[in-house]
């Protein structure tokens, strides 16, 4: 049977990169292995996805409602613009993190209260972790992304792949120290 | 080898392993990573062209001088290379040219979602469809040998989801073709009246049959035959996401050679399977052809037009699948769309634009600029296509005037959009004596589709110097009078300012160029790295001046206003918009820096 993630956050927070990983390291594991990366405009702060489906074959990585095993959120409010892909019984992975869309910093919307909360009650299997938080404490806020990796790694059991070494090959040396911590502080959580 | 690969990287491996010799692009989504991986093969010349008409031209000569060649672009590019397009059909090939149309269903990043596949019919080129990764490579190289064969530029589609999806690929090696002798042959490519009409009616007699009989008897349309009650026809990324949704539960007629369609095959597959549908992304393209061959299908009476066929509707419309349950939660999202970075150059300039809602209509082109129109700067009344920030702004200006509207119009492009099709309209304007505020926005890069090299930048795709062209130069030697022409740094609201005040007084073409480089380009982040601006709260009043300027590095935290040290960039464009100089700006070693 194949499974299918969504990934989903903000331009800039390092999807695609942790996308790319995940792909690489399903596919040295033997998986067929399909990721689907939108982009074009994601730099600018837009919404963004990347869709993720292994297994034996994979033809089309397309998610659509209900069709999602994993939802990892790397920002709050995209978990609610994207918890419809979750399929029921399904694992939501949260980033409490917030980021503001610009019609909330100009004060046009409003960033809602009680996102985690109203996740936890609603949905089944819900991981909630501030990775913001546990990659400043590792002294790099830029290593959150490596933190939801480890997260979601842990999530699908599939610890046994070598992902330090996709780390490393994937992000500049100077950096593999922190990201490494960060993505055992990932896995950690769970 | 095997390489996850999206469409985009197999297809710069496949003119690789092709023998391809040039490659030629303009940047646009999602076609933009074919040639920036192409520029990494040293066998192959590959250069970003002015735009994609210039592209498909040097594309073509290089053809006739006897190497593989190749074009890639977004689909609206097309539209730009159609005219040597259109022609090159007649003319044919020496060396095998393809050009790569990168279509996008569901508009991704896009302003329309044609469907190029009917450009194939229209010139009369030969159509391939890839549907992944793997086919992208593998047809590309089958492209080439096709050209070469029949003597055609072979039309090759692909779309978002094949551009953007990684997928598994085998690797091969490079075969070098070589480059072929080139002999003079008026007749075939001097497109006089003449010649044409003889090479016209030699492709309709001699080229399209050969073509026609090729795309019946080619195993790029292939039958794959399972249960017989369902049939599908369909090709490129719906191949995909059919088999994703019906697996081996029916029948396929996968084309991938797409023009001209295989009349036989079509019948033949008619005749295997009891009920056809056809699941093709916009237009109803196959299916028109299979119904005029008298065969009953469904396509466009159960699957939508716009936008992207999914798995999910697939399964809908074939197997009648509810959608599967998930989850309703009661708190809505607020919107998150792109919006113009923290410390974008544009900002301030669009920003004291927007203080004459009343006074001024702006039009304005594709990039990063049409940000700007966005809440809540909301600065333009138009978007339509690459350079239509001028020209379309010339026709506004005089309506203005027929209807005594006392209105000014600025028409605003950035620096690659004005090389690729800004400088005809900035000639179009002083010709014909129009008013027309003209706005470039030089941030010295291609900043939408991901910071490419253009003519203005000092250096080229494959990491070489070139000459810088100077815009200033060429608005000079338009014709533009030097008493009309600002040139301005957009992070100083004083100069904003200026330039806009006598852009609406002046008489006469008026250009105004604003210098600043991207916020994003590397050097300018590691230059900027230390600066950040940070709020007063002492001074502070809230009066939100500073939230109206749209930057996402502003928000009002519990009554207090925020500056994000990290996004912050210390542009200043705050700092001087607060009325009670509220706002400083930091350099983080070195102490205050205003």
């Not at chain 1, 994993?70 to 978990?79: P, Q």
């Amino acid at each position: 049977m194949n499974k299918s993630l969504l990934l989903a956050g903000v331009g800039g927070q390092g999807i695609i990169l942790v996308s790319k990983i995940l792909s690489e390291g399903l596919m040295e594991e033997g998986y067929d292995v399909k990721m689907s990366e939108i982009h074009g405009m994601s730099q600018r702060g837009g919404s963004v996805t990347t869709q993720i489906k292994f297994g034996e074959k994979v033809y089309s990585p397309i998610i659509n409602a209900g069709e999602a095993d994993v939802l990892v959120a790397f920002e709050k409010i995209e978990a609610l613009r994207y918890i419809e892909n979750l399929k029921s019984g399904g694992t939501l992975i949260v980033n409490e993190e917030e980021i503001f869309p610009l019609p909330v910093l100009a004060g046009l919307e409003e960033y809602p209260d009680g996102v985690i909360e109203e996740l936890k009650n609603k949905v089944d299997h819900v991981i909630n972790i501030d990775a913001r938080k546990v990659a400043l404490d590792l002294g790099e806020a830029k290593s959150s992304n490596i933190v939801m990796l480890g997260v979601t790694v842990k999530a699908l059991g599939l610890e046994d792949i070598d992902w330090e070494g996709k780390i490393k090959k994937y992000l500049p040396a100077k950096t593999h120290e922190k990201n490494i911590l960060a993505f055992r502080k990932g896995l950690e959580t769970l | 080898m095997k390489k996850l690969m999206t469409g985009n990287e197999a297809i710069a491996r496949g003119a690789y392993e092709a023998g391809v010799l040039v490659a030629c692009a303009y940047p646009g989504t999602p076609s933009t990573e074919i040639l920036e991986n192409v520029s990494a093969y040293d066998e192959i010349y590959s250069e970003w062209s002015t735009n994609e008409k210039v592209a498909l031209e040097v594309a073509f000569g290089a053809s006739v001088a006897g190497a593989r060649a190749m074009a890639s672009m977004k689909h609206v590019g097309l539209n730009v290379a159609a005219d040597p397009f259109f022609t090159i059909a007649y003319e044919g090939v020496n060396g095998g040219l393809v050009v790569i149309t990168a279509d996008e269903p569901g508009m991704h990043s896009s302003q329309n979602e044609q469907d190029n596949r009917l450009y194939a019919p229209h010139a009369k080129v030969a159509l391939i469809e890839p549907s992944d990764s793997q086919e992208c490579k593998d047809y590309l190289k089958r492209a080439f040998e096709i050209s070469e064969q029949f003597d055609t530029a072979v039309l090759f589609r692909v779309t978002t989801r094949v551009c953007h999806t990684k997928g598994i690929v085998e690797l091969g090696e490079r075969e070098e073709v070589g480059i072929k002798e080139y002999i003079k042959n008026p007749k075939k490519y001097i497109m006089v009246p003449a010649n044409a009409k003889e090479k016209h009616i030699e492709m309709e007699r001699d080229r399209l049959p050969k073509l026609h009989e090729f795309s019946n008897t080619t195993d790029l349309n292939r039958i794959e035959l399972n249960d017989s009650k369902i049939g599908v026809v369909t090709s490129g990324a719906c191949y995909m996401n059919a088999k994703e949704a019906l697996g081996d539960k029916v029948s396929y007629l996968k084309i991938g050679f797409s023009y001209p369609l295989p009349d036989e095959k079509f019948k033949e597959f008619a005749e295997k399977v009891e009920k056809i549908y056809v699941i093709e992304e916009n237009e109803p393209y196959m299916e028109n052809f299979i119904k005029a061959l008298g065969i009953d299908c469904i396509g466009k009476e159960e699957f939508p037009l716009c936008g992207e066929i999914t798995p999910q509707i697939i399964k809908k419309v074939v197997l009648g699948e509810k959608t599967p349950s998930t989850y309703k939660l009661d708190i809505l999202p607020p919107n998150r769309p792109p919006a113009l970075c923290a410390g974008c150059p544009h900002r301030g300039i669009f920003y004291e634009m927007s203080k004459y809602k009343n006074k001024i209509n702006v039009t304005s082109d594709i990039g990063c600029y049409s940000l700007g129109a966005s809440a809540p700067l909301s600065v333009g009344d138009t978007v339509v296509c690459m350079g239509a920030g001028f020209s379309a702004g010339i026709g506004f200006d005089r309506v203005n005037k027929m209807a005594q509207r006392g209105k000014k119009v600025f028409g605003v492009l950035g620096d690659s959009t004005f090389f690729h099709s800004g400088m005809t309209g900035l000639v179009d304007a002083v010709y014909n004596k129009s008013d027309l505020v003209m706005v470039i926005l030089d941030n010295r890069i291609t900043a939408m589709t991901g910071h490419q090299e253009n003519p203005g930048t000092g250096k080229n795709i494959m990491g070489e110097e070139a000459p810088m062209i100077d815009i200033v130069s060429i608005v000079k030697a338009c014709g533009v009078k030097e008493e009309n022409i600002r040139v301005i740094n957009p992070y100083i609201m004083s100069q904003n300012k200026e330039a806009i005040k006598s852009a609406l007084e002046a008489k006469g073409p008026f250009v105004i160029v604003t210098k600043q480089p991207c916020a994003l380009i590397k050097e300018v982040q590691k230059k900027r790295a230390n600066l950040y601006s940070e709020v007063d709260n002492e001074k502070c009043t809230k009066c939100k001046a500073c939230l109206r300027i749209g930057c996402p590095a502003i928000s009002m935290v519990d009554g207090r206003v925020l500056i994000d040290k990290v996004q912050c960039n210390g542009c200043t464009v705050c700092v001087q918009t607060c009325p009670y100089k509220a706002i400083k700006v930091h350099q983080e070693r070195g102490g205050e820096n205003e």
